[in-house]
T-cell receptor, first 109, second 116 residues
Framework: RKEVEQDPGPFNVPEGATVAFNCTYS??????FFWYRQDCRKEPKLLMS???SGNEDGRFTAQLNRASQYISLLIRDSKLSDSATYLC??????????FGPGTRLSVLP | DTAVSQTPKYLVTQMGNDKSIKCEQN?????MYWYKQDSKKFLKIMFS???????INETVPNRFSPKSPDKAHLNLHINSLELGDSAVYFC???????????????FGSGTQLSVL
């Protein structure tokens, strides 16, 4: 089993749609959790950290379920500019950040 | 000012050559990394240094040798390049806040290595 797994995608959604991405991780000792965004041919950039209580940043909501070792990202009211690959990232130990394979999102006009 | 800068941006070379990629961060971070992103877009850690000390060394051929002259620099030297080394290599850095969940990775813009 891979350390971090994500929905394979791609997700093609119309503008204004709500889309949800799922991620699971295998190491129960993982400490910190993040969603990163990567545009084509660019470096990954932090979208948001994920906290146990769940957290929201504008149209983006992240949830963490430690018992199920599951992380989610919800994007509401999708914009064309949200088209990118979304990477689930888990900090396993000692700042070892493990990346999932990514889920590609295309928001269509 | 670019926070994490790596050079060169593109590197095209022949099999068997030796090449280096340089990385510098001006964020005052303690930890620096090298990641490799292959053609399937999977981002995998190669090395991590904390304050010039090697702390993560994943299963990477010993043709790859990282060097950290100080905590702001982490260079990657690759000997005897092979076709399979073609990928995008990303340098990154993070602070070490002691596991408070606020760690963030800051990436350089990547080096596209093409081995012919």
């Amino acid at each position: 089993r891979k350390e971090v797994e994500q929905d394979p995608g791609p997700f093609n959604v119309p503008e204004g749609a709500t889309v949800a991405f799922n991620c699971t991780y295998s190491n129960s000792a993982s400490q910190s959790f993040f969603w990163y965004r990567q545009d084509c041919r660019k470096e990954p950039k932090l979208l948001m950290s994920v906290y146990s209580s769940g957290n929201e940043d504008g149209r983006f909501t992240a949830q963490l379920n430690r018992a199920s070792q599951y992380i989610s990202l919800l994007i509401r009211d999708s914009k064309l500019s949200d088209s990118a690959t979304y990477l689930c990232v888990v900090e396993a130990y000692g700042q070892n950040f493990v990346f999932g394979p990514g889920t590609r999102l295309s928001v269509l006009p | 000012d670019t926070a994490v800068s790596q050079t060169p941006k593109y590197l095209v070379t022949q099999m068997g050559n030796d090449k280096s990629i340089k990385c510098e961060q001006n964020l005052g971070h303690d930890t620096m990394y090298w990641y490799k992103q292959d053609s399937k877009k999977f981002l995998k850690i190669m090395f991590s240094y904390n304050n010039k000390e090697l702390i993560i060394n994943e299963t990477v051929p010993n043709r790859f040798s990282p060097k950290s002259p100080d905590k702001a620099h982490l260079n990657l030297h690759i000997n005897s390049l092979e076709l399979g080394d073609s990928a995008v290599y990303f340098c990154a850095s993070s602070q070490d806040p002691g596991g408070m969940g606020n760690e963030k990775l800051f990436f350089g813009s990547g080096t596209q290595l093409s081995v012919l």
